[in-house]
T-cell receptor, first 110, second 112 residues
Framework: AQSVSQHNHHVILSEAASLELGCNYSYGGTVNLFWYVQYPGQHLQLLLK??????LVKGIKGFEAEFIKSKFSFNLRKPSVQWSDTAEYFC????????FGQGTELSVKP | EAGVAQSPRYKIIEKRQSVAFWCNPI?????LYWYQQILGQGPKLLIQFQNNGVVDDSQLPKDRFSAERLKGVDSTLKIQPAKLEDSAVYLCASSLHIGEAFFGQGTRLTVV
């Protein structure tokens, strides 16, 4: 069955630190990949997406993600986090149906 | 463009009562999703529609949950009877056939 796994449940960083959140999925066919963010009190918003082409995709607010097909991974990165990046981050995979990971809560200390 | 509209925003009911949620997707979006998000967990797909047909409802507890999307536009999700463990945020999202999903604000259900 298709599944999405996010390795970190809660990450705490200081401002200006670099961020990498892991995401692995189980399905081996052609998939669409997404990262969504949920700021406190707000609805889920798209950060970035991968459908095809360049495996390094850039999203909003300085986020990027790299699709590594051989590792079934789509990790999210940001070189320097800000306090305003405090939120919950969800990886999602679509092959037919759209499935989400468990989420990673990011806390950035000022 | 207008976003995904959901109502109500909050609902408190007693166990064994019934409840219904409504969703109006973004105009032109053929795909509509209902998710259940329990505190501290990721959204769990309950049902996915393509126009007014069901793509997947494998995680929908069909003994108590039902959903419909008449005319391939707006949708309702019903729970009857509700259990304590149904307390969650119910999210509706929509997308074009190929494209990212756009989410509504959700309905927070508390079953007491």
């Amino acid at each position: 069955a298709q599944s999405v796994s996010q390795h970190n449940h809660h990450v705490i960083l200081s401002e200006a630190a670099s961020l990498e959140l892991g995401c692995n999925y189980s399905y081996g066919g052609t998939v669409n990949l997404f990262w969504y963010v949920q700021y406190p009190g707000q609805h889920l918003q798209l950060l970035l997406k991968y459908f095809s082409g360049d495996p390094l995709v850039k999203g909003i607010k300085g986020f990027e993600a790299e699709f590594i097909k051989s590792k079934f991974s789509f990790n999210l990165r940001k070189p320097s986090v800000q306090w305003s990046d405090t939120a919950e981050y969800f990886c999602a995979v679509r092959e037919g149906k759209l499935i989400f990971g468990q989420g990673t809560e990011l806390s950035v200390k000022p | 463009e207008a976003g995904v509209a959901q109502s109500p925003r909050y609902k408190i009911i007693e166990k064994r009562q019934s409840v219904a949620f409504w969703c109006n997707p973004i105009s032109g979006h053929a795909t509509l999703y209902w998710y259940q998000q329990i505190l501290g967990q990721g959204p769990k797909l309950l049902i996915q529609f393509q126009n007014n047909g069901v793509v997947d409802d494998s995680q929908l507890p069909k003994d108590r949950f039902s959903a419909e999307r008449l005319k391939g536009v707006d949708s309702t999700l019903k729970i009857q009877p509700a259990k304590l463990e149904d307390s969650a945020v119910y999210l509706c999202a929509s997308s074009l056939h190929i494209g990212e999903a756009f989410f509504g604000q959700g309905t927070r259900l508390t079953v007491v």
